[in-house]
């Protein structure tokens, strides 16, 4: 695959050592914070998602993003997508007390004091969805919480076909190499961030949906911009709500922005109604 693109920008300097770029991380996100954590603690949590943006050190010392790619069993599958879900009220209020004792990721936020000076309300919010992104985290792979070190939040994603407002939170994972994937994740996706530099591994997803009876003409299609890791011979495309979000991360972070989609090779692809439903475990 190959992409006409200008491919003479220089490519972002990511700091070699980690606590540089953990620092570089914290201090952007926290400049660059969402103005208000947008949603009603005392109102309608069903359709507030909350997810773990988690980064790493690879093997080669460099930084990389984890992603889940969705089971066969739960809606969108296939797809990349970060850690993370639906806020259990009872359950995820009762987490977020926790979160300010010693030891727990938001506790050791350098920003924290800040936060709950001068945003207080935001503050409880952002720990619910901590909470709950923790939580999901520790049910979909068996993330240890306690080993999550937290960068701050991002900008919210409204996803209008699903109607639903995903709450981003960057967090680095110490120390953990194993995941044990639930039923609901088909299987841990590890992305070298440099590779998100690089103007070839950008297309164009032109999606489309099955006419659901025979004889109907098929939806239009879509195009949306995508991410395609290459590894082992295998491709896995990122794009949607997750695609958004690690834009995001590389604009505020690097000041970096993908090549424009018109100039981009188009892949294609057709969906159907299992595509928002999935298919109930066995």
């Not at 000076?117 to 409880?124: G, M, N, Q, T, V």
């Not at 900008?155 to 190499?177: C, D, E, S, T």
Request: glycine content about 6%; hydrophobic content about 40%; charged content about 20%.
């Amino acid at each position: 695959m190959s992409a006409n693109t200008d491919t003479t920008r220089a490519m972002p300097l990511i700091p070699r050592s980690p606590e540089t770029f953990l620092r570089l991380v914290q201090q952007r996100l926290h400049r660059q914070s969402p103005e208000a954590l947008a949603f009603n603690t005392n109102g309608d949590l069903r359709r507030i998602s909350a997810v773990l943006f988690l980064l790493t050190q690879g093997a080669t010392g460099e930084p990389y993003l984890i992603l889940n790619k969705r089971s066969q069993q739960v809606t969108q599958p296939g797809d990349l997508c970060c850690p993370g879900g639906g806020i259990s009220p009872a359950l995820d209020f009762w987490l977020a007390r926790g979160l300010n004792l010693p030891a727990t990721p938001l506790a050791r936020w350098p920003h924290r004091k800040w936060w709950r000076r001068y945003r207080r309300s935001d503050f409880r919010k952002l720990a619910l969805l901590l909470a709950a992104g923790l939580r999901e985290g520790v049910e979909e792979m068996r993330l240890n919480p306690f080993g999550v070190r937290f960068l701050g939040p991002m900008a919210a994603q409204h996803l209008v076909m699903f109607k639903r407002a995903i709450y981003p939170l960057a967090g680095w994972v110490n120390r953990q190499h194993r995941f044990f994937p639930n039923w609901e994740v088909a299987k841990i996706v590890r992305i070298p961030l440099s590779t998100f530099f690089e103007p070839a591994n950008y297309a164009r997803y032109r999606l489309s949906f099955r006419s659901p009876a025979p004889g109907e003409p098929d939806m239009p299609y879509r195009d949306m911009p995508c991410f395609v890791h290459r590894h082992h011979g295998r491709d896995e495309l990122l794009w949607g709500a997750t695609y958004r979000i690690t834009e995001g991360f590389l604009k505020t972070i690097f000041d970096f922005a993908p090549p424009p989609m018109a100039s981009l090779p188009v892949i294609h692809r057709r969906l159907d109604s299992r595509y928002l439903k999935g298919r109930s475990p066995s």
